[in-house]
């Protein structure tokens, strides 16, 4: 180790049209060191690497590579100056092997064969060294996500990366597969490297970083030794104000079975199934946590309550009612709240007002509706006490909704979605791209809801939030519940060896 840092970013702006995404950003880091970039979705982070990537020129600013002021003028030159990046989505060719993807866009000089072979050894080298497991024969589809991730990092190893920058790699694994995770990065720094890693969430940073600079709005808010600094601490530069951490759980007596789901199978977008004859059910007053990794059968099993996915066979019942082929039309008399993941597409129309997405549920009824005729009055002033109630941050409920920040936007839709008092709320990743304070508030209104006596399907692939809501966990591996749990009788290890498909619950929890 030197004293001189390996990198320095000064003084970095980024503009995109109407969007200032880095603002005088400063960040430095040592030889050898595990630096996080912390921050809430939006804060600039990405941005701010792909600057460093060569990806964008910066409007300002200056990069210094071992003190040496540098330009980078693109990926390739990036990687001639030993940096590498894993980008949060990954940039694989599913049907070539791992060893073609590695090789590919590299200059060959001994013919095909000959540079395969080579290749394949050199992976096999790097591979070792730093436990990144993988097989460089499969070809990239063969391979779960984790092992892609491994892959990538490899890509950036065998192109000679000394610096690597990791976009939100936790994002998409289980627990055992980011300590997996974690022992390559500690791997790594000890054999020199440095190493940028991007999360929003504070356990990682503190588990695994040396230093860690917060971003917040586009500006590097502070940068500190992990060491020196909280959690508190740490949420409070993130989000600009004090974060509790507190919820209010009161017990609740569970009431009847709102939904049942029997047997069901659910088919995805290629007609191939993705819920495998499950069966699960949510009592009033109750939160039922779905766990699992991303692309598990969650989303289709979320439309298919929703109405939105016709099931191919099973049952599914609302408040004793089959609806198992009922449309969302169909459903709006079941008082039935869905939160859907994608907010965009499915939560709101972003061309209308806040007012107008406000009553998108209920506008034919009245007092929104009278003999045909909409009441505009009564639309606006029901705006307003619900963008009062749900804190959403806007100037007016008449703005339209590509106005607002993610986080907004979603209160937004729960605004519209439990001012109704639902009996059933599907919601699906509520908290995604929210900071620390927006997720508190999601998860508070769910509790209301749940001591209100809604039944609650809450899937999450975060399973902190899981074991803080749930009063039961089921866990869902391709398709198929692992097993139900109580989460004061599991740890985030056991339920991550659960969505890892490795293990079944040995006990099934009856529900209450
Ligand atoms: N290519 C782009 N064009 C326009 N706006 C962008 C682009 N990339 C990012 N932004 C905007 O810049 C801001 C910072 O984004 P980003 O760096 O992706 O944040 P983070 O990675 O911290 O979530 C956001 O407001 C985002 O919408
Ligand atoms: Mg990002």
Redesign the pocket.
């Known amino acids: 180790m030197t004293t001189t840092p390996f990198l320095r970013m000064e003084n970095i702006t980024k503009t995109?049209?109407g969007?200032l995404?880095n603002n005088r950003v400063n960040l430095e880091l040592r030889h050898g060191e595990i630096h996080a970039l912390l921050?809430e979705?939006?804060?600039?982070?990405?941005?701010?690497m792909n600057v460093l990537y060569g990806l964008y020129q910066p409007d300002e600013g200056q990069i210094y590579l071992n003190d040496r002021p540098t330009t980078i003028h693109s990926p390739d030159d990036a990687i001639a100056k030993g940096i590498g990046m894993v980008h949060q989505h990954f940039m694989l060719v599913p049907p070539l092997s791992v060893t073609e993807n590695v090789m590919l866009g590299l200059p060959g000089d001994k013919g095909i064969l000959l540079n395969h072979q080579a290749a394949k050894k050199n992976i096999l080298d790097i591979s070792l060294t730093y436990g990144l497991e993988v097989n460089p024969d499969l070809p990239i589809w063969n391979l779960s996500v984790g092992t892609q991730q491994r892959v990538e990092i490899i890509k950036a190893l065998y192109r000679g990366a000394k610096l690597l920058i990791l976009d939100e790699p936790s994002a998409v694994l289980t627990p055992q597969e980011i300590e997996g995770l974690f022992e390559v990065m500690r791997r790594l720094v000890s054999n020199g490297n440095s190493i940028i890693f991007i999360t929003h969430k504070l356990d990682e940073v503190m588990e695994i970083s040396d230093r860690v600079t917060v971003?917040r709005d586009?500006a590097a808010i502070q940068t500190v030794e992990t060491q020196a600094t909280t959690k508190a601490e740490l949420a409070r530069m993130m989000v600009g104000r004090e974060v509790l951490f507190r919820l209010d759980k009161p017990p609740v007596e569970p009431g009847p079975v709102t939904l049942e789901i029997t047997n069901l199978v659910v088919n995805d977008d290629r007609a191939v199934p993705a819920v495998r004859q499950l069966s699960l059910q949510v009592r009033a007053g109750e939160i039922v946590g779905l766990a699992g990794v991303d692309g598990n059968g969650q989303k289709e099993l979320a439309e298919a309550v929703a109405g939105l996915r016709p099931p191919q066979s099973g049952h599914i019942r609302i408040a004793g009612r089959e609806t198992t082929h009922f449309n969302s039309g169909d459903l709006l008399h079941f008082n039935l709240a869905y939160i859907p993941a994608d907010r965009h597409r499915e939560g709101l129309v972003l061309g209308f007002k806040l007012s107008e997405n406000l009553v998108a549920r209920n506008f034919r009824r009245r007092p929104f509706s009278v003999r045909g005729f909409l009441n505009n009055k009564a639309i606006k002033s029901h705006a307003r006490q619900l963008v009062q109630r749900f804190d959403v941050r806007t100037p007016s409920a008449e703005v339209t909704a590509k106005t607002l920040s993610g986080g907004n936007q979603q209160k937004v839709v729960l605004a519209r979605e439990l001012s109704e008092n639902p009996d059933l709320i599907i919601a699906a990743h509520p908290t995604r791209g929210l900071d620390v304070g927006a997720t508190e508030f999601v998860e508070n209104r769910l509790l209301e809801q749940r001591a209100r006596g809604a039944a609650i399907l809450y899937i999450s692939t975060e399973l902190e939030e899981i074991l803080n809501l749930s009063d039961r966990i089921a866990v869902i591996h391709r398709g198929e519940i692992m097993g139900i749990v109580r989460p004061t009788e599991v740890t985030p290890e056991i339920l991550g060896l659960m969505m890892a498909g490795t293990l079944h619950s040995a006990v099934e929890v009856p529900s209450p």
């Not at 979705?41 to 701010?48: E, I, M, P, V």
């Open positions: 995109f049209p969007v995404a921050g979705n939006g804060a600039g982070k990405s941005t701010l971003l586009g």
